[in-house]
């Protein structure tokens, strides 16, 4: 929704790690754009990406706290 009006735009969330430089994530942000457009086939500009860093010390898989990620 727009305004109190349904829209079909897009928004996705990308929860990652926090720790990598800002080229790297605005990478992942092209990718998935470029992704969802090929995919569905709408245009880049309906859809909305936000990339939320998270502390890898605050982030658990299978019971364990992740590693640091690598600073690409």
Known sequence: YRDGVPTD???????????RKEETVLRLLESVSTAWTRITGEPEDAIELVAAQYPARFTMRGGVRLPEPPAV
């Open 9 to 19: 735009e897009a928004l996705i969330f990308l929860h990652i790690r926090q720790g």
